[in-house]
Antibody, heavy 122, light 106 residues
Framework: QVTLKESGPALVKPTQTLTLTCSYSGFSLTTTGMRASWIRQPPGKALEWLARIDWDHDTFYTASLRTRLTISKDTSKNQVVLTMTNMDPVDTATYYC??????????????WGPGTVVTVSS | DIQMTQSPSSVSASVGDRVTITCRASQGISRWLAWYQQKPGKAPKLLIYAASTLQAGVPSRFSGSGSGTDFTLTISSLQPEDFATYFCQQTNYFPLTFGGGTNVGI
């Protein structure tokens, strides 16, 4: 069974750095074609894709947040980590990790974690 | 960036109704289009990918169509468990982008 689960602080202060961890099971991020993304959703708003890391270590970011984001993976721990610097109240959102696969489901996100709520407030 | 515009933003419907949601891309995306269903407090669930292919386990009352810039999600006979918000997403061009969502309610 393929699962993902996000973890991290529920509350961060403005200007702090957020570190989120996605722990996955049931698949390997070393398998050709495997990908993991971070996506966020502010309360009552639409989804926003943030970053992706691929099986071959390639990384991709949304341009508007590129200078603040870093995505990495630790395949020995089955984890994907997202760091976001200089947090602001507008970054308050539910943060999801999701899997996609090159050549499957036309790149759609077929498995999602339950999400973790992050509030930015002093 | 490719903008994904959904309409309507909300729709009132009853059990048994046929519901149609549209999604328009700001430029051609061929058939790189997915649809998701999201219920309150839950993660999105993949319904359709490649514009019209039903994800395994999704009821056949859901269908998708379109290519290029215009796409449609249809629920042929709305069931109680279908009251939710639906999002489209283009799956191939960076940055990956989502529509604003359509809330299907009573």
């Amino acid at each position: 069974q393929v699962t993902l689960k996000e973890s991290g602080p529920a509350l961060v202060k403005p200007t702090q750095t957020l570190t989120l961890t996605c722990s996955y099971s049931g698949f390997s991020l070393t398998t050709t074609g495997m990908r993991a993304s971070w996506i966020r959703q502010p309360p009552g708003k639409a989804l926003e894709w943030l970053a992706r890391i691929d099986w071959d270590h390639d990384t991709f970011y949304t341009a508007s947040l590129r200078t603040r984001l870093t995505i990495s993976k630790d395949t020995s721990k089955n984890q994907v980590v997202l760091t976001m610097t200089n947090m602001d109240p507008v970054d308050t959102a539910t943060y999801y990790c999701a899997r996609s696969r090159d050549g499957y489901n036309a790149g759609a996100f077929d498995i999602w974690g339950p999400g973790t709520v992050v509030t930015v407030s002093s | 960036d490719i903008q994904m515009t959904q309409s309507p933003s909300s729709v009132s419907a009853s059990v048994g109704d046929r519901v149609t949601i549209t999604c328009r891309a700001s430029q051609g995306i061929s058939r790189w289009l997915a649809w998701y269903q999201q219920k309150p407090g839950k993660a999105p669930k993949l319904l359709i990918y490649a514009a019209s292919t039903l994800q395994a386990g999704v009821p056949s009352r859901f269908s998708g169509s379109g290519s290029g810039t215009d796409f449609t999600l249809t629920i042929s006979s709305l069931q109680p468990e279908d009251f939710a918000t639906y999002f489209c997403q283009q799956t191939n061009y960076f940055p990956l982008t989502f529509g604003g969502g359509t809330n299907v309610g009573i």
